[in-house]
């Protein structure tokens, strides 16, 4: 074996067991620690879930409670397939949460900006005319086992959409809050030796 070699085979093995490694950590609120969001945490549907025709996603909120407009934070249910002409139904039960990923949602808007005149606008060059402001919405995937169902995909939560210094990824309260009696979120417990 060659020195070359053994420096290539050392620098893919460090680069693996360094991304092997990463994981994604959720707050559990506003003011506490972060946790990791082990394998074997679940997601409990209370009951039956409806996707309408032609779309992938349902939003998961309670719609009585007032979490969702206070805290931004919204969830989203996935499926992999999309059905031009029926509805889907996702069965109330249990789904395991196979793997938690950060997600950031990049938002580009642009609000008009009124003129006495309503017609031509002069502006300083790349001040307003690069296609507005870029706003986030952070969050998380969190990937749902497929064994049950092989078209169920994912849960994704974001927090509020704002400039990127004034936002943040929601909270583990602040998702159940959103979630309310549709669905619950059970972190495991990592194993104690």
């Known amino acids: 074996m060659t020195l070359r070699t053994l420096v290539r085979s050392t620098a893919f093995g460090l680069l693996a067991l360094l991304l092997g490694g990463c994981q994604t950590l959720v707050r559990q609120s506003a003011d506490s620690g972060w946790v990791e969001i082990p394998a074997g945490s679940t997601l409990t549907l209370h009951r039956p879930v409806q996707i309408q025709p032609g779309r ?41 949460i196979t793997r938690v990923q950060d997600y950031i949602a990049l938002v580009s808007s642009r609000a008009p900006t009124p003129t006495l005149d309503r017609g031509v606008r ?44 004034y936002t943040r990824a929601p909270t583990l309260a602040e998702i159940q809050a959103v979630l309310g009696d549709v669905a619950t979120l059970e972190v495991a417990l990592p194993a104690v030796p």
């Open 56 to 96: 992938a996603r349902v939003f998961l909120m309670d719609r009585g409670s007032a979490a969702s407009r206070e805290s931004g934070t919204s969830c989203v249910l996935e499926v992999r397939r999309i059905d031009g002409d029926g509805i889907q139904t996702i069965p109330a039960g249990t789904v395991e």
């Open 122 to 165: 002069f502006q300083l060059a790349g001040h307003g005319d690069s296609g507005g402001s870029q706003m986030i919405r952070p969050g998380y995937h969190f990937w749902l086992d497929d064994s049950q169902d092989p078209n169920l995909m994912r849960m994704t939560c974001l927090g509020r959409l704002d400039d990127p210094a």
